[in-house]
C-alpha cells in the first residue's frame, strides 16, 4: 500500500492545448498589422509559434513564411512570456511577460513598434 502512495504523478502540461491555439487564431483576426494575411500559430513545447506570409517582404523579399512571435507559458509562475524574432540576428528576443494570455495578445494585436509584424 505504501508503494503506491509513493508512486509520482504524471503532470501533462497545459501548454500547448487545441483550445487555446484556436482562441489565438481567432483573437489574430483584430491584429492592427497584415491583416490580409493567414497566420499560423503552430504547438511548441509550453507555448504557441506564431507564423505569417511576410507580405512587406522587409524579412522575406519572396513573400515566404516568417516567424512572428513565441509565446510560452511558464507554469512554475503562472506567466506568460512573449518573444520577438529578431531574423537579423536569427534569436527569440524576450519583449514582455503578462499574467494573462489576453494581456498577450492585445500587445502582439496592437503592436505600435511593428516589432513582431513587421
Known amino acids: 500500500m505504501a508503494a503506491v502512495a509513493l508512486k509520482p504523478k504524471l503532470l501533462i ?15 489574430l483576426k483584430a491584429r492592427k498589422r497584415y491583416r490580409y494575411v493567414e497566420p499560423c500559430v503552430l504547438p511548441v513545447n ?3 509559434h506564431i ?5 512587406s517582404r522587409n524579412i522575406d523579399k ?4 516568417v516567424d512572428v512571435a513565441l509565446l ?3 507554469a ?8 520577438w524574432k529578431d531574423h537579423d ?30
Open 51 to 55: 507564423q505569417s506570409p511576410c507580405c
Open 62 to 65: 519572396d513573400g515566404g513564411i
Open 89 to 118: 540576428k536569427r534569436v527569440w528576443e524576450l519583449h514582455s511577460v503578462h499574467q494573462r494570455l489576453t494581456a498577450v495578445l492585445e500587445e502582439l494585436n496592437a503592436d505600435p513598434e511593428r516589432i513582431f509584424w513587421q
Open 13 to 27: 502540461p497545459a501548454h500547448p492545448n487545441d483550445l487555446d491555439r484556436k482562441r489565438i487564431e481567432r483573437a
Open 72 to 74: 510560452c507559458h511558464d
Open 76 to 83: 512554475a509562475n503562472g506567466m506568460w512570456k512573449l518573444f
Open 46 to 48: 509550453d507555448g504557441y
